[in-house]
């Protein structure tokens, strides 16, 4: 009796592309987002809303796009990142839409209702997140741009010192016609190009070591030149634009980059020591970052005399209030926030009318698009991707932890937006952004080696038994 066996290897198993479980996931999320709108509307007025339906489907035909898209241009991307983007951006519309309401606030003059404008703004942001997807093939691209991503970068920092301050920080640029554009929203992209760029041809010399200082082996000094510079940079970007969340970002995305690309812990000491005698130093002279400082410090002292001294003891209140499980959405009185309700303090607004719960879980949810891009850069298979990816989402996580800490007295306010929730234009089509190049990366990672092909001399094989 005589068996014969085929051992030649015709192709690969197709790897699966989880765009069904994307699609679910986007419509779960519209749905999160129309159930939140349609609650806010029955608390304040005890009925649906009038613009309901259309703010559902125009939230509804943005994922769509952007699914169809990521279907047909990244078909193995991570299927998490797009639901999580679309459901953040849903509930900062509704909770934008719920402040637009307040008789408080539309008595102010320096408000203006904010919710049409952010849906226009997250159309362009989705506009932009499909140009990415369409337009970018290769991440390896930008590699060629290292050095030009850097000049653009700089020339995005520099804008607004040119401009009128507003609100004590010169981070803004004034375009007639357009309206006011935050350049560091987009800056923080740039950045992290460059430094992909510079640390992977740069990462073997800085990661050498002189001597062992307190169990840390301490960098040589010719190679502190780079991160001196970083921080001579951030720091004149406090002292002259006063704005200390870019600086902030900027100076911990270089160096949690640097750590990553070298793996030595001694950058990291060196990085936050750094920031923090910067940070006391600029503050020591400056009186807008005082005036930030003083404010943490003791925000009730200055009640009545003092707005952001009493902006942020109105903040605190407002998460007292809210308690474990808020006092439910559109019941809340976190418009005594007054102007910057709706953009520095719109996570006060979730502290109240959701409570710690409501706070905790979409902490949650930037922290599964920040653990999302890391897992992106542990699958890239270049180190120029492993470290476009994990500076983008290091720029992300950053972000997040420095406006949500303001908001909740761990450190100093720094006026930054939450990334998707508050108002700002700029935000959140910079973010969009963000998104989509970390699906490109996502998609290339993931995307399985094309099978072998057939050889030309594959024979059959043929076992004999008895």
């Known amino acids: 009796m005589s068996v014969v066996t085929n051992t030649t290897t015709i192709g690969a198993i197709d790897a699966p592309s989880r765009r069904n479980t994307e699609l679910v996931l986007v419509v779960f999320a519209v749905a999160i987002s129309v159930f939140a709108y349609a609650n806010v509307g029955l608390a304040l007025n005890g ?3 009038a613009g309901m339906l259309g703010y559902g489907a125009g939230l509804a035909l943005l994922g769509g796009v952007a699914h169809l898209v990521v279907r047909r241009f990244a078909k193995y991307a991570d299927p998490l990142l797009l639901p999580l983007a679309t459901l ?3 509930l900062g519309l509704a909770l934008i839409w719920r402040l637009d309401q307040s008789e408080r606030l539309l008595a102010l003059k320096s408000f203006a209702p904010a919710a049409s404008k952010q849906l226009i703004f997250s159309a362009m942001g989705v506009a932009l997140f499909v140009g990415v997807l369409i337009l970018l093939k290769d991440h390896r691209i930008l590699q060629r741009y290292t050095y030009i991503s850097m000049v653009v970068a700089l020339i995005l920092l520099i804008l607004p010192m040119f401009f009128p301050a507003q609100f004590g920080a010169k981070i803004w640029i004034t375009i007639p016609g357009i309206g006011s554009i935050q350049p560091g929203e987009f800056a ?5 190009i460059f430094f992909s760029g510079y640390l992977m041809v ?10 062992r200082f307190m169990g840390m082996y301490l960098p040589r000094g010719r190679d502190l030149g780079p991160i001196l510079v970083i921080w001579a940079m951030s720091i004149l970007i406090l002292v002259f634009e006063t704005d200390l969340g870019t600086s902030l970002l900027f100076f911990g995305m270089f160096v949690v980059m640097l750590y990553v690309a070298t793996e030595r812990t001694s950058w990291i000491v060196f990085g936050l020591t750094m920031s923090a005698v910067g940070a006391v130093g600029v ?3 400056e009186p807008h970052v005082q005036d930030r400082v003083t404010a943490w410090l003791d925000p009730f002292a200055g009640w009545g005399t003092h707005a952001a001294s009493e902006q942020m003891a109105q903040v605190l209140m407002a998460f007292g209030s809210g308690g474990t499980l808020g006092t439910g959405l559109g019941q809340g009185n976190s418009d005594l926030i007054l102007f910057a309700a709706n953009t520095d303090f719109i996570l006060a607004t979730v502290g109240e009318e959701l409570g710690l719960a409501g706070v905790m879980a979409f902490l949650l949810l930037y922290g599964l698009i920040v653990e999302r891009g890391v897992r992106t850069a542990l699958a890239a298979r270049d180190p120029f991707g492993k470290l476009l990816a994990i500076g983008l989402s290091g720029a992300f996580a950053i972000q997040v932890f420095v406006v949500a800490g303001g908001v909740m007295g761990l450190i100093p306010l720094t006026g930054m937006t939450m990334p998707f929730l508050a108002a700002g234009g700029s ?19 993931r995307r399985p080696a094309p099978a072998p092909a057939p050889s030309t001399d594959a ?3 043929q076992v004999v038994r008895p």
């Not at 935000?427 to 996502?442: E, T």
């Open 47 to 49: 009925e649906l809303p």
């Open 283 to 285: 503050a020591s002279f």
């Open 88 to 90: 953040l951006n849903g």
């Open 202 to 211: 740069k990462r073997d010399a800085l990661a050498l070591a002189s001597r």
């Open 427 to 445: 935000s959140v089509i910079a973010n969009w952004a963000l998104i989509g190049i970390l699906i490109r990366i996502s998609d290339t990672a």
């Open 188 to 192: 923080k992209i740039v950045i992290a």
């Open 459 to 461: 024979e059959m094989t």
